[in-house]
Structures are given as structure tokens and as C-alpha cells.
């Protein structure tokens, strides 16, 4: 049986609890768990009592697209030694689905006083959160960051584009600040756009 709310999901309560039998109007919880027999919900309430509710009582707070069916330019510009961390996280994985470096539309790499860079350009891809080359990049981000490694991550829709995702640390390194986001991805310091 498929869950409609996920362990974790924001949702808003309004119904009566199983345990307590306490009414709650608008109230805010988060999913813990889910009990296929009676289809309820067990929901940690913010500011109250966590109890049992039934699935007609909850409301997903955040309206969460299938980003499958979303396809968006990527472009990632990282110093070689951040994509080797990546490429690490990514072996160490279980869940293995299509690995999205191989199948990046243009792979550069470039030095720049004696350091190595590469970027990726993706020209139109489904970049779902369950893919693992994505969660490792996303992952890897507040890490390269840290270890001052720098980074430059940039997502704009095509069939959303209002849709726009800039991510960068180059404070220390502008080496891998190459793409300029408007309507389309342009490479700065190479030229060329997406």
C-alpha cells in the first residue's frame, strides 16, 4: 500500500486523535509513522499531544511536485578534489539508480594555477531528489563548504521557468564561478549557453 504522507512530511491536523481523542483545528505536525492495518498516521503535534489520526485528517502543507516529470538545465563547477568526495559518497551508497556525472550533456576540465576544476552541464534532465548522484552532490555541499573546497551549483527549470537554484561557495576561489543565470545558463569564462 502506497503512503500518501511521508515519515518526516509538515502537515496540517485537522481531526480528532485515536489516544487522547483531543480535537485539532489547523495544527501543525510532522508524519512519524504509519499503521497499514487502520491507516492511520501517527503525528508528532507541535505544540501538543502526538497521537494517532486518520489520513482524511491530514493535509500536506507543501504541495511536493513529482520532480520526475520536471526537467531542468544543470550546471556544476566544483575543484577536482570536491568531486572526488562526491564520487566517494556516491560509491558508499546502497540504492543505486542512473549515475547523472556519465550522463552529463558536456564534462570540462580546466586548471588554473596549478589546481584542477571540472563542470558539468546538463542541457535537459529529470533531476529527481531519489536519484543518488543528486543526493550526493546535495549532500556534499555544506561539506565542500566547510572544508573550503569551492563549489558553484546551479538548477533552473525548463518545464518550470520560474524555477532557480543558485548554490555557490567562491568567496576564496573564484575559479568556479563560470556560470551567469537568467532565462538560460551562460558560461562566463568559456563562453557558450544552455
Given at each position: 500500500m502506497k503512503n500518501k504522507y511521508k515519515k518526516g512530511e509538515?502537515?496540517?491536523?485537522?481531526?480528532?486523535?485515536k489516544i487522547f481523542g483531543e480535537r485539532n483545528t489547523n495544527v501543525l505536525g510532522l508524519i512519524k509513522e504509519k499503521d497499514y492495518y487502520f491507516n492511520t498516521y501517527f503525528v508528532e503535534i507541535?505544540?501538543?499531544?502526538d497521537d494517532?489520526?486518520?489520513?482524511?485528517?491530514l493535509?500536506?502543507?507543501f504541495e511536493k511536485k513529482n520532480r520526475k516529470v520536471d526537467k531542468?538545465?544543470?550546471?556544476?563547477?566544483?575543484?577536482n578534489k570536491g568531486l572526488?568526495?562526491?564520487?566517494?559518497?556516491?560509491k558508499e551508497q546502497n540504492e543505486k539508480t542512473i549515475d547523472l556525472?556519465?550522463?552529463a550533456n558536456l564534462v570540462q576540465e580546466y586548471i588554473v594555477e596549478g589546481k584542477i576544476?571540472?563542470?558539468?552541464?546538463?542541457?535537459?534532465?529529470?533531476?529527481?531528489?531519489?536519484?543518488?548522484?543528486?543526493?550526493?552532490?546535495?549532500k556534499a555541499l555544506p561539506i565542500l563548504k566547510k572544508e573550503n573546497i569551492p563549489y558553484q551549483y546551479v538548477v533552473t527549470g525548463i518545464t518550470n521557468p520560474k524555477y532557480i537554484r543558485v548554490e555557490e561557495f567562491i568567496k576564496n576561489d573564484k575559479n568556479v564561478d563560470i556560470f551567469e543565470v537568467s532565462n538560460k545558463i551562460k558560461i562566463k569564462r568559456f563562453g557558450g549557453i544552455i
Open positions: 509538515l502537515v496540517i491536523v485537522n481531526g480528532k486523535g507541535m505544540f501538543g499531544k494517532w489520526f486518520k489520513e482524511k485528517d493535509i500536506r502543507t531542468y538545465k544543470v550546471g556544476f563547477a566544483v575543484e572526488k568526495y562526491i564520487m566517494q559518497n556516491m556525472l556519465a550522463k576544476y571540472v563542470f558539468f552541464i546538463w542541457n535537459e534532465t529529470y533531476w529527481p531528489e531519489t536519484n543518488y548522484t543528486v543526493r550526493s552532490i546535495e
